[in-house]
Nanobody, 121 residues
Framework: QVQLVESGGGLVQAGGSLRLSCAASGSFFNIDAMGWYRRTPGKQRELVASITSGGSTNYADSVKGRFTISRDNAKNTVYLQMNSLKPGDTAVYYC???????????????WGQGTQVTVSS
């Protein structure tokens, strides 16, 4: 079983910065891709950024140049540095990890509980 615990959300003014962290714990063999999603009321959850175990990254167009995703494989932790925040970035942010459990040849998705990010104008 895998647990993803997020931290770092909060309230910030437009133009400010926040850093989200997500640590995976539990019993598993390996973690493949990790990422951050967000959801606002009335909208579907959308991908913000993802990173492979090798460090290749992918970003939503809306956050390119402002957000940076990184990971520490030794700590099973993924980060999201968010700069130049806008009110439109306000959402609940969810951590995601593709986890390979012991004895499995495939990965299964795991999700964090979500952390609120609010950007005031």
């Amino acid at each position: 079983q895998v647990q993803l615990v997020e931290s770092g959300g909060g309230l910030v003014q437009a133009g400010g910065s926040l850093r989200l962290s997500c640590a995976a714990s539990g019993s598993f063999f390996n973690i493949d891709a990790m990422g951050w999603y967000r959801r606002t009321p009335g909208k579907q959850r959308e991908l913000v950024a993802s990173i492979t175990s090798g460090g290749s990254t992918n970003y939503a167009d809306s956050v390119k140049g402002r957000f940076t995703i990184s990971r520490d494989n030794a700590k099973n932790t993924v980060y999201l540095q968010m700069n130049s925040l806008k009110p439109g970035d306000t959402a609940v942010y969810y951590c995601n990890a593709h986890v390979q459990l012991h004895g499995n040849a495939y990965t299964t998705p795991a999700w964090g509980q979500g952390t609120q990010v609010t950007v005031s104008s």
